[in-house]
């Protein structure tokens, strides 16, 4: 390859965070020589730092002056090169794509409508802020990077060979800092304790010394012995690093649990990328590439090859990374991300950079919320699926459920292991090109795309087996009453009757009065004319909801229409009431939508019943459930 095609990547040891090249000249990082804080007191920057080390003077004899017990100053003199030395805070533009997001305070207005919410989210806010800072000045470095592709610039653009030698040795310096913030950020906020690793004191065994002399003169080996000691001494020679020399567990703190969280996410970073990109492809978000995957997986699942693909596919993408280690064009791309709020952050890093070390978490909260909320449902329910068949809670459900995983059991009994193999990797591209799109881009048919869904098919969660629990012991209360009043009632008689539940002091807008709840109806009349202001039929009722702070009602009927009551003592029994005596199907699901993000901040759940009867164009995005079980004996 000829001088002239080589790149800055090439020829400087690539622009990889890891690489070790940045020391390949020792004569300029190893021994470099101090720096002289005065040399560049004549430019603009020089004298502006003179002034801030004035400044942190003065602060320091003031603090001398006011606190002489305290011994702690930075006063100090060093004789020897500083190894990782922290960056120096630079007064320069660190964007360079966008601007840097505007970071605002608490607004008055809303503050004045909603001032918990307001407090709430200026305290997350402050907590982000200084967690985004920590990540930010340490380890993001979102600064070097553009320092880094200014460098490169600058380098391409030279002409003469002394500014190409600068620009070169600029470029170097900047990818040495850029590790240097890394290791000293590792060192400064994580590695608190450290300990010499103890010196080697197993010998090499020698035979003799395990010999012993039997009563006949015969001497025996004790190769037992032998063999522990010969183990000792290989675990203390190759793995005296990973012994633990303190076998307590660690005592929790709040710094240690600060710094395991800070790991966490910074760890996470690339396989946040890695999980990101999967969803993209799963999504079909790329219909071109996720066929391409698709033709893939059906051509190595037809050769019996999954599994060496996939150690193939590792293999490649560690090797990958050392013969194509990023190019300043990726790191273009990855500046580019981060500084725009209208493509989508593909790590918590990006995140921070976009909406500013303020409003990333509300950022995370709107996007991420909603969807870990509806995950965080769908677990739960889960967990109440089977905790209830486990407690036959719906004896038929659970027979059924018991069938098929005998049938299951039969069949992985039967086909041999290579054919269950191949059937367990089709099913899992199946799971993944087929079921994975329609759960995430249609999630209200997520549940009917769940094969945990269809194995508990009809398996009520506790919700369900409430709501059919109450309209089962509702139907005997009615047989009840009925017969108190008239005798021995049929069926037919006992659907066509109506029993008042009650009436319930309340309001209806700037209205007072009483909410008539029948088995059949509800209407509400004002207490001073008596007139019935409205009324509704449960047949047009399509949503019944909770509101207010413990006393207010939603109904919603087929038109849309909406009525609200406020001020009702007794509104969970009244909801309890509608829902047992109505005898219609009720569905619950939680409030989606912009209530969701309010359910995120850690707002009060807001739980709604749904008519079963509604439209399927109706139908939210959320949870439905229907109460239609048939529930066995319980105990």
């Known amino acids: 390859m000829g001088e002239d095609h080589i790149t800055p990547e090439q020829r400087y040891g690539g622009l990889d965070r890891a690489t070790h090249g940045v020391y390949h000249n020792p004569d300029r990082h190893l021994v470099s020589p101090q720096r002289d804080d005065s040399s560049s007191t004549d430019s603009g920057e020089g004298r502006f730092h003179h002034l801030s080390t004035k400044l942190k003077q003065v602060k320091r004899k003031t603090n001398l002056i006011f606190h002489p017990n305290n011994k702690a100053t930075d006063e100090h003199t060093v004789t020897a090169p500083l190894l990782a030395p922290p960056p120096v805070v630079q007064d320069q533009d660190y964007r360079l794509f966008h601007d840097a997001p505007e970071q605002k305070g608490p607004d008055f207005k809303e503050f004045l409508k909603q001032p918990i919410s307001t407090v709430q989210s200026a305290l997350h806010g402050a907590s982000g802020a200084k967690f985004a800072e920590t990540m930010d000045n340490q380890v993001i470095a979102h600064g070097a990077e553009v320092r880094l592709a200014r460098a490169y610039d600058e380098l391409k653009d030279a002409v003469s060979d002394e500014q190409k030698v600068k620009a070169a040795d600029n470029l170097e310096d900047l990818k040495k800092a850029r590790q240097d913030s890394f290791v000293r950020w590792t060192l400064d906020r994580h590695v608190l304790t450290v300990r010499k690793i103890p010196p080697r004191t197993v010998p090499w065994p020698q035979t003799h010394d395990f010999e012993t002399k039997a009563e006949n003169g015969k001497t025996h080996t004790q190769w037992a012995d032998y063999g522990h000691h010969l183990l000792r001494y290989y675990i203390e020679r190759y793995g005296d690093r990973y012994i633990d020399a303190n076998p307590n567990l660690p005592t929790p703190s709040e710094?240690?649990?600060?710094?395991?969280?800070?790991?966490?996410?910074?760890?996470?970073?690339?396989?946040?990328?890695?999980?990101?990109?999967?969803?993209?492809?799963?999504?079909?978000?790329?219909p071109r590439k996720t066929a391409t995957y698709l033709a893939a997986y059906t051509l190595i699942w037809a050769f019996n090859y999954i599994s060496g693909a996939a150690i193939l596919a590792f293999i490649w993408l560690v090797i990958k990374r050392r013969l194509y280690p990023p190019t300043i064009e990726d790191i273009r791309d990855e500046i580019k991300r981060s500084e725009d709020v209208d493509m989508t952050a593909l790590n918590i890093t990006q995140l921070i950079e976009q909406h500013g070390s303020h409003g990333w978490t509300d950022a995370l909260r709107q996007d991420l919320g909603p969807w870990l909320l509806l995950q965080l449902e769908d677990l739960v329910n889960i967990l109440e699926i089977w905790r209830n068949f486990f407690e036959w809670r719906e004896p038929r459900r659970t027979t059924i459920t018991l069938i098929l995983l005998s049938v299951l059991w039969l069949a992985i009994t039967i086909v041999?292991?290579?054919?269950?193999?191949?059937?367990?990797?089709?099913?899992?591209?199946?799971?993944?090109?087929?079921?994975?799109?329609?759960?995430?881009?249609?999630?209200?048919?997520?549940?009917?795309?769940?094969?945990?869904?269809?194995?508990?098919?009809?398996?009520?969660?506790?919700?369900?087996?409430?709501?059919?629990?109450?309209?089962?012991?509702?139907?005997?209360?009615?047989?009840?009453?009925?017969?108190?009043?008239?005798?021995?009632?049929?069926?037919?008689?006992?659907?066509?009757?109506?029993?008042?539940?009650?009436?319930?002091?309340?309001?209806?807008?700037?209205?007072?009065?009483?909410?008539?709840?029948?088995?059949?109806?509800?209407?509400?009349?004002?207490?001073?004319?008596?007139?019935?202001?409205?009324?509704?039929?449960?047949?047009?009722?399509?949503?019944?909801?909770?509101?207010?702070?413990?006393?207010?009602?939603?109904?919603?009927?087929?038109?849309d229409a909406e009525f609200r009551v406020a001020g009702m003592r007794s509104r969970n029994e009244v909801f309890t009431q509608i829902i047992g005596y109505s005898g219609k199907r009720w569905q619950m699901h939680e409030v989606k939508g912009s209530t969701a993000t309010k359910l995120f901040a850690g707002n009060r759940s807001e739980i709604v019943i749904q008519s079963a009867r509604t439209k399927a164009s109706r139908i939210s995005s959320g949870n439905e459930y229907r109460s239609d079980y048939r529930l066995g004996s319980t105990k």
């Open 255 to 286: 710094e240690a649990l600060n710094t395991t969280v800070e790991r966490l996410m910074m760890t996470s970073t690339p396989y946040q990328m890695l999980l990101m990109n999967i969803r993209h492809i799963y999504r079909w978000d790329d």
């Open 416 to 559: 041999p292991l290579h054919l269950l193999i191949k059937i367990s990797q089709f099913n899992l591209g199946v799971i993944f090109f087929g079921l994975f799109p329609i759960a995430t881009r249609y999630p209200q048919y997520r549940l009917l795309a769940s094969p945990m869904k269809w194995l508990f098919w009809r398996v009520p969660t506790d919700s369900e087996w409430a709501i059919a629990r109450l309209q089962v012991e509702a139907k005997h209360r009615k047989r009840a009453m009925r017969q108190a009043d008239l005798g021995q009632v049929k069926d037919d008689q006992e659907e066509d009757s109506v029993i008042n539940l009650g009436k319930y002091h309340c309001t209806s807008g700037s209205h007072h009065g009483d909410l008539h709840v029948n088995s059949d109806s509800v209407k509400y009349i004002s207490a001073v004319r008596k007139n019935v202001l409205w009324e509704l039929r449960f047949e047009d009722v399509v949503l019944l909801q909770k509101v207010g702070a413990g006393d207010g009602l939603r109904f919603v009927d087929t038109k």
